[in-house]
């Protein structure tokens, strides 16, 4: 059974940074694309990083230049570094895995699902 677990979140304020955590079992991180999305209330989820099998990376534009996702395979985890936050950043991350060595930005694309943490930005 896959389980995804995500930790790190919590209150920041503008500016911080913060490194979330993704923890997989039953799944191997280096032969999936692994994915950030984040939801914000009253918002759809929204793509905001993957880093693929490959190691290739792709961001969104709201993030690029201020998120990194890297991967520890010897942990099987995947992280989300985010610097420079803003208010804006405030959801809740979700990290997420799908098979195989396509890069994509869909969240229907992605099997695999944790169950969030929450990243507040204080102004």
């Known amino acids: 059974q896959v389980q995804l677990v995500e930790s790190g979140g919590g209150l920041v304020q503008a500016g911080g940074s913060l490194r979330l955590s993704c923890a997989a079992s039953?799944?191997?991180?280096?032969?999936?694309?692994m994915g950030w999305f984040r939801q914000a209330p009253g918002k759809e989820r929204e793509f905001v990083g993957v880093?693929?099998?490959?190691?290739?990376?792709v961001y969104a534009d709201a993030v690029k230049g201020r998120f990194t996702i890297s991967r520890d395979n010897a942990k099987n985890t995947v992280y989300l570094q985010m610097n420079s936050l803003k208010p804006e950043d405030t959801a809740v991350y979700y990290c997420?895995?799908?098979?195989?060595?396509?890069?994509?930005?869909?969240?229907?694309?992605?099997?695999?699902w944790g169950q969030g943490t929450q990243v507040t930005v204080s102004s």
């Open positions: 997420a895995g799908r098979l195989g060595w396509g890069i994509l930005t869909t969240r229907t694309a992605y099997s695999y």
């Open positions: 039953g799944l191997t991180v280096s032969s999936h694309a």
């Open positions: 880093f693929g099998a490959s190691g290739s990376t």
